[in-house]
């Protein structure tokens, strides 16, 4: 069959491993090719997201002794993974491509599985995702932050399965997808998932980061996270109202038995009493007050994404 892949790398200050990185992903499409799974004129794109280092010499280099086969971007300025990696399928959309593999510039995840996923593309898949089989190398912090941040988008109704990456293969009807999404702050992984095209997985192992470090620090993985969640969700805007709901319930149930203190028992002290209602009832009316305000601020945002109101999978005219 002849579909031409093309590998997406999105590379910050990775100067360290961009040119090995690029020649091992050479011979894994020269393999994939000789197989006959994909056209000769697949390729590499790479997005450098603005990195202060030599990365971007270095792919131009690799541009001048392998040619058309190293393709690639540079942003002005770090604007993060993300983003690196949707330029990244936007570009190769439009140079044109059967499908698109993103895989990280440190070859962590196994570059020989890039073959699973395009059989499993030539067996009908739209979207193949990675699987990771362990967190063995991440950190114990971002083994454990990862873990809430899957086990959190669940309960909020995004279905993410766990231990999802970036390492995926995108077929060209997502990416015709994609480029109908216009928001800004596109979390990928919810993205492809949520889409419902057919999907496959695929499990792999990670490996140690060979050279160089990991780019990602607290802060980015937990901007990364925040993203995810507040552009997939408006559960948390929910979450309020439902607690001034509850408040004012509670102060419902209070004020009945701080009357029965003042009428009842004759215990209560002067004046305490209308003093505790009035502060619970309206401490809740405050809340759900809020709240409404939030399922309002919940449309505005949705409306504001201006996200195709639907996807037509099949036509007949
Ligand atoms: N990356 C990027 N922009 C950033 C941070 C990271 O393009 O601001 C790239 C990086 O070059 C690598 C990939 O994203 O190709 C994953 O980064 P890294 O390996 O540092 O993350 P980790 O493996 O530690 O999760
Ligand atoms: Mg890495």
Known sequence: MNSRLAIIIPCYNEELV?????????????????????????????????????????????????????????????????????????????????????????????????????????????????????????????????????????????KIPPNHSDFRLVSKKALDILEMYKEEGLFLRGFFHEMGLKTAYVHFNVKPRKLGSSKFNVFSLTSLALNGIT?????????????????????????????????????????WATLVILLAFFGGLQIFCLGIIGEYLGQIFNEVKARPRYIKEKELN
Not at 67 to 87: C, D, M, P, S, T
Not at 102 to 116: G, K, M, V, Y
Not at 245 to 264: C, D, P, R
Request: hydrophobic fraction near 40%.
């Open 231 to 271: 552009a997939f969700s408006i559960v948390p805007l929910r979450i309020i109202a439902v607690c001034g709901f509850l408040t004012m319930l509670g102060s419902f149930l209070l004020a009945l038995e701080v009357m029965f203190e003042k009428y009842v028992m004759h215990s209560a002290p002067a004046g």
């Open 18 to 158: 961009v040119k090995s990185t690029v020649e091992t992903l050479l011979g894994v499409l020269d393999k994939i090719t000789s197989n006959g799974k994909i056209s000769e004129d697949s390729y590499i794109y790479l997005v450098d997201d603005g990195s202060k280092d030599n990365t971007w010499n270095i792919i131009e280099e690799l541009r001048a002794t392998y040619g058309e086969r190293v393709k690639g971007a540079k942003f002005i300025h770090n604007y993060g993974n993300q983003k690196a990696l949707i330029a990244g399928l936007l570009g190769v959309r439009e140079i044109g491509c059967d499908c698109a593999v993103s895989i990280d510039a440190d070859l962590q995840q196994d570059e020989n599985i890039i073959e699973t996923f395009v059989d499993e593309f030539h067996k009908g898949a739209d979207i193949v995702s990675g699987i990771r089989n362990d967190r063995k190398t991440d950190s114990f912090f971002k083994k454990h932050s990862a873990l809430c941040f899957y086990k959190f988008m669940n309960i909020l109704g995004v």
